[in-house]
């Protein structure tokens, strides 16, 4: 697993704060914690700790803190280990204390940002490993859980890899049903080139190494080399030579992720590291 980024910038409060007050209500309803609020008396305080059950890398603890926050702010929460940090079993991540009813009600929701965010990372640092000790690094993609972009995304930071585009208004990527329906590589990019500002990148997918000559033609920021096998994407950067971004996608896995990194490519871009993630398993141990 990869070192603890001490560098890796908190999330804004006003940004992650609808996400967590949306699963907050959720889980809620209409008439909140009903059987802490039947069980547990009214003055009972309690304490423990957040801790890794697995190894990996922790991501989501300013998301998981608010959830209790936000619930009562006579709870204490103190980050043990900050994103980005590599855990290991029985390791404490987030310290909590305070009333009991509230900590038990937000328990979940803390745990399901924490545990899913902690797995993005984690999958995130296995293939950044596996890249090295190439250039190449891990990116991701718009194939993210709806409303938890923001969170997926700097939880990839977290793991060590960087983030593509955020939206479809940040960038232009030219993929091959745009290709298609402009009628080729050259007037997809003209097309492209005449409607966005000056400080808009353009990036175009291809999938033949003809389709690269188009694009290289046409002086592209980036090149997105989808599905080619490694001996395809040596030649593809021996062919950009350094004009544009080399971006490889398609059949990422662990396995494959050496060879891709060998060709030379910048970029390695991947959907399952936060569409398919599985989750790091963290839970809540009560102390005392």
């Not at 300013?62 to 709870?75: E, G, N, S």
């Not at 987030?94 to 009813?101: C, D, E, K, L, S």
């Not at 293939?127 to 859980?145: G, W």
């Not at 980036?222 to 950009?240: G, H, I, K, S, Y």
């Amino acid at each position: 697993m990869r070192p603890p980024i001490m560098d890796l910038a908190p999330l804004p409060t006003l940004l992650i704060e609808p996400i967590v007050r949306a699963a907050l209500l959720e889980d809620l309803g209409r008439a909140g914690d009903i059987t802490s609020a039947a069980v547990i008396p009214a003055d009972a305080r309690m304490a423990g700790v957040i801790a890794a059950r697995q190894p990996g890398v922790v991501a989501g603890t300013d998301a998981a803190a608010l959830a209790f926050r936000l619930l009562d702010t006579a709870i204490s929460v103190a980050i043990l280990t900050p994103d980005g940090s590599p855990v290991r079993p029985g390791d404490a991540v987030i310290r909590i204390g305070g009333p009991a009813r509230p900590i038990l009600a937000a328990e979940r929701v803390a745990l399901n940002l924490v545990c899913r965010l902690s797995g993005v990372a984690t999958a995130t640092a296995t293939l950044a490993a596996a890249a090295r000790p190439h250039k190449a690094r891990i990116v991701c993609t718009r194939k993210t859980t709806p409303g938890l972009r923001a969170l997926e995304k700097h939880a990839v930071r977290a793991g060590g890899g960087a983030n593509h585009r955020f939206g479809l208004d940040d960038a232009v990527l030219i993929k091959d049903n745009h290709v298609a329906v402009a009628g080729g590589v050259q007037p997809a990019i003209a097309r492209a080139r005449a409607a966005v500002g000056h400080l808009v990148k353009i990036e175009v997918e291809v999938d033949t190494l003809a389709q690269l000559d188009e694009a290289l033609a046409e002086g592209i920021d980036a090149v997105l080399l989808d599905n080619m096998t490694p001996d395809q994407l040596r030649e593809a950067v021996c062919r950009v030579a350094g004009r544009a971004v080399t971006e490889a996608s398609g059949r990422i896995t662990v396995e494959t992720v050496p060879a891709i990194a060998a060709s030379g490519v910048d970029l390695i871009s991947t959907g399952w590291i936060t569409h398919s993630a599985p989750i790091l398993d963290l839970g809540l141990d009560w102390e005392g």
